[in-house]
């Protein structure tokens, strides 16, 4: 049976845009004000020409043409053209023609191209500024950010705003990365350039920049990042998540300060001890009739005060004047010196409260290093193809646990997607939540909502917020491990908890195992 030939469709040819080429007087011309870019006064001017332009241009004129559009102008009938993209060349031929001027000669008119159609366009001019310099001598990333300001601030819709990302080349993260950059300080976004951040690392640190010695743990985490090869910024996610918990402690601190005022407590400054002075902390005290003081019980007494620990946000109360306001020292505290188990419990305290902030910064860094791997593109590696199988095929106790329990938010979270039972009341859940997933995932892409469930076992079963505690469990060092085989860089405590964990188990090889 003959098969029936077709001729292949045939391919027609377009103008990209609409223009007209002209040549133009070099001294006529200014500079669009959505032209990308300028000139800082701390840095180098990229767009002065350097000798060898300026030597060619003076011999043989401008010879690529620079794009223009109009500019609005006051004066009828007198159209003043902007340049969108040619600085350079246009002060080249600027050079040039002042010097022929000089010599009685005659100078090069510029060959352009006028955009008509970018007239009140500046969204548009503004996006092909930052292309067609992208591929020239590197404008400054100070250029990007403010570029990226302005078309944040233009009224367009969302196409546009997508037409704008792909026309500068820079991805939707880093356009979004460039918007929150610009809310740098001057001296913020000296600091952090001098630290050589990218767009992204601006984002981050103008998020924290409030934060004391934010720039240098940031800058530390890059170059940790940058001496391992890793590739995903794991230390500079963990550096940003400590730095966003103490941000957030300053927060909750000021919060305290001001709920203090506005109750009109009398604040006094914090002390590693109040031994020797005339204020004690309210557990120090008892009343007159020998009982135990309490905030409720001393908010009458004229000594009423509190302090803020610099560590933690947290209030102290305390009387300012204990044994004129009829107070009594407790046993423990009327010791000349504190004894040795009273200091080690404060110090155990102190241990326990960071290492559970640190266990809870680590926490959010690991879940989205989890996000990401449930994201890889094509098939799981067999590595992960074995941790799942073993799982799921054998008798753990986590994944066993876990499943009886019917949840499905972590599992949403590492699948970027709503939790399919939010705000479902057990005996309500969806009995097939990611049913509508399944249906449009590939062969190549099954093993991801697989791994997200094993994932969620691990993070709600063996991951809690005493696992860093002293009986570590084998299950939260099996998670560890194979997490930093995955390429996750862990936190100190982490790699603390794993280093301990493989000694408390004589260095059992971490694998799925019964509890």
């Not at 970018?118 to 092909?128: F, G, H, K, Q, W």
């Not at 290492?355 to 680590?362: C, E, H, L, P």
């Amino acid at each position: 049976m003959a098969t029936a030939i077709t001729d292949p469709p045939t391919a027609t040819a377009k103008p990209a845009f609409t223009g007209e080429f002209t040549w133009v007087d070099p001294y006529t011309l200014v500079v669009d004000p959505f032209n990308h870019r300028h000139h800082h006064d701390d840095q180098e001017d990229t767009t002065e020409p350097d000798a060898e332009l300026i030597a060619s241009v003076e011999e043989t004129g401008v010879q690529s043409p620079i794009l223009l559009r109009p500019q609005p102008s006051d004066v009828s009938g007198n159209e003043v053209l902007g340049i969108i993209y040619g600085q350079r060349r246009h002060k080249a031929a600027l050079i040039a023609a002042d010097k022929a001027k000089t010599e009685g000669r005659p100078y090069f008119l510029i060959p352009a191209l006028v955009r008509r159609d970018l007239t009140n366009a500046d969204d548009e001019a503004l996006a092909l500024s930052v292309l067609e310099n992208k591929q020239r001598t590197d404008p400054h990333i100070r250029d990007y950010i403010e570029a990226a300001r302005q078309l944040s601030l233009m009224d367009a819709p969302p196409a546009a705003k997508e037409r704008h990302a792909r026309i500068t080349g820079l991805t939707r993260d880093e356009m979004k990365a460039a918007e929150t950059a610009a809310q740098l300080s001057p001296e913020s976004l000296a600091d952090a350039l001098a630290a050589d951040f990218d767009l992204l690392e601006l984002a981050d640190y103008q998020d924290v920049e409030q934060v004391p010695g934010a720039r240098t743990r940031l800058r530390q985490a890059k170059r940790e990042d940058r001496s391992t090869g890793n590739s995903t910024r794991g230390h500079w996610a963990q550096a940003l998540s400590k730095l966003r918990q103490r941000k957030e402690e300053m927060a909750q601190r000021v919060a305290l300060i001001a709920d203090l005022v506005a109750a009109d407590i009398t604040m006094v400054d914090w002390r590693s001890t109040w031994r020797g002075t005339k204020l004690r902390p309210l557990e120090d005290l008892l009343d007159q009739h020998h009982k135990k003081i309490t905030p409720t019980t001393h908010a009458e007494c004229l000594g009423h005060a509190a302090a803020i620990d610099p560590t933690l946000p947290e209030v102290s109360w305390l009387c300012a004047d204990w044994a004129k306001h009829g107070h009594a020292l407790t046993k423990a505290a009327a010791r000349d010196t504190p004894s040795q188990q009273a200091e080690e419990e404060k110090a155990k305290r102190r241990e326990v409260i960071a290492n559970n902030k640190a266990w809870r910064a680590a926490r959010q860094v690991r879940q989205d290093f989890i996000t990401g791997l449930c994201d890889t593109p094509g098939d799981a590696p067999d590595a992960v193809w074995q941790f799942i199988l073993t799982t799921i095929l054998g008798t753990l106790d986590t994944y066993s646990s876990y499943l009886s329990r019917h949840r499905t938010d972590l599992m949403a979270q590492f699948l970027k997607m709503s939790d399919p039972n939010e705000g479902q009341a057990w005996y309500s859940r969806v009995d097939a939540p990611f049913g509508s997933l399944l249906s449009r995932t590939g062969k190549t892409r099954r093993w991801r909502p697989l791994f997200a469930q094993v994932a969620a076992a691990y993070e709600h079963e063996a991951m809690s917020d005493r696992a860093w505690r002293d009986n570590i469990r084998l299950n939260t060092i099996t998670w560890l491990a194979f997490l930093k085989d995955c390429g996750y860089v862990l936190s100190d405590l982490e790699a603390d908890v794993l280093t301990n964990g493989l000694k408390q188990h004589k260095g059992s090889t971490p694998r799925p195992h019964q509890s």
